[in-house]
């Protein structure tokens, strides 16, 4: 020990080793610090026992090679700042998206060619609102008070679309948007959201969706797939109208999986509002907590967990990835683009027409539900074969702003495991649907609307239960 001691005090090479060994070993006590929890445990010990090899072995080679040591600890320094840097990023991207704070996000809307700015006096503006919603005169009032507001006058409409036709029409100059408001709304006119602009807005926390969790590597569960329709740069937990809507249930046992698309217009019952209306728009009024209770109590089953992907998300997603390889069930064009029956490859704007068209398909919405399901399949199989360090933080990159779930983040690599595992069955597994017809009735939320509403054929629930009950249960 006095000869090393010697050697560091007397030599510069010794001087520079000595430091590189100590940086080492503080890069590399603060990666496993961060990577523990993703970890095996086993897997970690391994891992932490080589380390220690690795920090003795340089430590002893400063005397005897201390050129050979000075390369090999410069190069173990530069992997492990590379490594630093990526644990880092991992660690950011698992934190945000395991925020699932969801809230309503309500907006005070102008048309988007005015010339109204939230920086001007609004004592000239007439502000309106409908009374479907009893929250919208209630919530604009904070806003406008929060930022020092007052209008002109607050006009009160019978519904949304009147209100929306004034706006139009430009006979008022504000409109007060909620969740309830904005659903009224897509109804009336699909593209409202390229008519408007957003003047003040204000986030209302919702309730929290509740995790029943399990160990997903030794239990079976069910995980619930939300894709939400948000405005373009909306927050990913801001509530939106749910237009996809997909159990997969997986049994890590059996290896047996069961994937269910189930109809955004499913009449299903929403307890945020203690009556029924469509399963879309019970994540819209409720958030993904309501969501999961309607299709819980309409199926009889236990979801486990959620995962939550704006559209937008959807296609940065597919491009991170490459593109990727979908089956199609048909031949059709929708949106400029041309689908064969077979394998199409599609990037994030193919994709996201290949999720969402529907009306050129023969069975329409059952139709699209094929069509998602297959894209789902096909994002998993893109990135299990190709699990690469720069396709995974590509993925990162698409995702950390469009994506969320209450999959608690130590199980993420449990669950990337798990698809490389199961690709072979997530591959082949049917896909299922859901039989039945629609049926034209006024709303139970909002009274005055009369939409349509799907309702299943006799028996389509049972089975749907029994299909997910046989794979939890290893049948």
């Not at 983040?409 to 449990?414: N, R």
Request: proline share 3%; hydrophobic share 40%.
């Amino acid at each position: 020990m006095n000869k090393y001691l010697e050697y560091i005090r007397t030599s510069v090479i010794g001087k520079i080793t000595l430091v590189l060994l100590i940086l080492i070993f503080m890069l590399g006590i603060y990666c496993f610090s961060q990577v523990f929890i993703y970890l095996p445990t086993v897997t970690f010990v391994i891992g932490l026992i080589i380390f220690t090899v690795v920090i003795a072995l340089l430590g002893l080679s400063h005397y005897k090679i201390p050129k050979i040591s000075l390369v090999l600890e410069l190069v173990i320094c530069i992997c492990l700042i590379i490594g630093v840097l990526a644990v880092n990023r991992v660690t950011t991207f698992t934190n945000k998206v395991t925020e699932t704070n969801e809230v309503e996000t309500v907006e005070i809307v102008a048309l988007k060619d005015s010339d109204i700015t939230q920086d001007q006096s609004f004592s000239d503006l007439v502000l309106a609102y409908s009374q479907d919603d009893d929250q919208a005169y209630k919530k604009s009032t904070e806003i406008l008070k929060e930022h020092t507001k007052s209008v002109k006058k607050e006009k009160p409409y019978q519904n949304m679309e009147k209100a929306y036709n004034d706006l139009k029409n430009k006979k008022v100059d504000l409109l007060v948007l909620t969740n309830i408001g904005k659903s009224d709304l897509s109804v009336i006119d699909e593209n409202y959201n390229q008519q408007i602009k957003v003047i003040l807005s204000k986030d209302y926390p919702m309730e929290t969706a509740t995790t029943k969790a399990v160990d997903i590597s030794k239990e079976p569960f069910t995980i619930y797939f939300q894709g939400a329709d948000l405005s373009s740069g909306q927050n990913i937990n801001s509530t939106g109208r749910g237009d996809v809507n997909i159990l997969l249930t997986v049994n890590p046992n059996t290896k047996k999986v069961n994937m269910q698309v189930i109809p955004r217009d499913l009449f299903v019952y929403i307890s945020c509002k203690d009556a029924s209306s469509k399963l879309s728009y019970s994540g819209w009024w409720g958030g993904v907590q309501s969501s999961i209770a309607s299709i819980e109590d309409k199926l009889g089953i236990e979801i486990n967990y959620y995962a939550k992907i704006n559209f937008e998300g959807l296609t940065d997603l597919v491009d991170a990835l490459g593109g990727v390889q979908v089956y199609s069930h048909y031949t059709y064009d929708a949106g400029g683009y041309h689908f064969t029956e077979g394998y199409n490859e599609v990037d994030g704007e193919k994709a996201l027409m290949f999720a969402r068209a529907r009306k050129m398909l023969p069975l329409n919405e059952r139709s699209r539900g094929y069509q998602q399901m297959e894209l789902i399949k096909g994002i998993f199989t893109k990135f299990a074969q190709e699990p690469t360090y720069d396709h995974a933080m590509s993925v990162i990159d698409s995702l950390e702003n469009n994506f969320t779930t209450n999959l608690p983040k130590e199980d993420f690599y449990k669950a990337f495991q798990l698809v490389v595992d199961l690709l072979p069955q997530l591959q082949i597994m049917e896909n299922h649907s859901i039989e039945g017809e629609y049926q034209w009735h006024y709303d139970e939320v909002r009274t005055n609307y009369y939409q349509y509403y799907f309702y299943p054929a006799d028996g389509e629930l049972q089975a749907v239960k029994e299909r997910i009950d046989n794979v939890i249960n290893g049948k």
